[in-house]
């Protein structure tokens, strides 16, 4: 098997072009490259990394929350109850 990569290997205009909104669209011809994972991962390196990749998509880093809400809270709130009890302890 051959280790020779094609020419647009982690070049991002040709690897991970952008659709009139900006969202990176993969080229057909790379869905099938065996060299995909590698030169996607090139491209971003190229390009910046992640962080400016993801600013140049309109995207934004999601806030980050303090404290968990809806069902794991609700589970981690019987995780401990539970093992209070197990302990001996009241709540």
Do not use: H
Not at 11 to 29: K, S, V
Not at 79 to 90: I, L, N, Q
Request: with cysteine; aromatic share 4%; net charge positive.
């Amino acid at each position: 098997m051959s280790d020779t990569k094609p020419p647009c290997f982690g070049i991002p205009e040709e690897c991970m072009p952008r659709d009139e909104n900006g969202i990176i669209q993969p080229r057909d011809r790379c869905r099938v490259c065996t060299y995909l994972r590698e030169c996607l991962k090139a491209a971003i390196a190229a390009s910046g990394g992640t962080e400016r990749v993801r600013a140049a998509s309109g995207g934004e880093n999601p806030p980050k929350r303090e404290e968990p809400s809806g069902v794991v809270r609700a589970i981690r709130r019987w995780s401990a109850r539970k093992s209070a009890s197990r302990r001996g302890e009241s709540r």
